[in-house]
Nanobody, 124 residues
Framework: HVQLVESGGGSVQTGGSLTLSCAAS????????IGWFRQAPGKEREGVAS????????YYADSMNDRFTISQDNAKNTVYLQMNSLKPEDTATYTC??????????????????WGQGTQVTVS
């Protein structure tokens, strides 16, 4: 059973930081690809970052690695997205997703088959 639960969203001022958490069931976490995506109102969903948990290997979409950091905590089956120097244009619903079986782990929507419900981030 694959379950992904996001938390940590909220409202923050420009320049602030937030850390999002994605708690994954064991089936989703172990030796799989977990990614973060975001979707702003009226815009398409875009990939932010992903991590292959079997090797702690990270991937970032273009322009996302200067302020965002993805990481994992194996003991908690959790993947984090640390977001710094937030800007109003970072306002979006952030969703984590899982791609089972490892392999290709680029943060592109087509790679991922399981999705969480999302958590809202508002920067003002």
């Amino acid at each position: 059973h694959v379950q992904l639960v996001e938390s940590g969203g909220g409202s923050v001022q420009t320049g602030g930081s937030l850390t999002l958490s994605c708690a994954a069931s064991g089936d989703a976490f172990n030796n799989n690809c977990i990614g973060w995506f975001r979707q702003a109102p009226g815009k398409e969903r875009e990939g932010v970052a992903s991590i292959y948990t079997g090797a702690n290997r990270t991937y970032y979409a273009d322009s996302m690695n200067d302020r965002f950091t993805i990481s994992q905590d194996n003991a908690k089956n959790t993947v984090y997205l640390q977001m710094n120097s937030l800007k109003p244009e970072d306002t979006a619903t952030y969703t984590c997703a899982a791609a089972l079986g490892g392999g290709y782990c680029w943060p592109a929507s087509r790679v991922f088959g399981f999705w969480g419900q999302g958590t809202q981030v508002t920067v003002s």
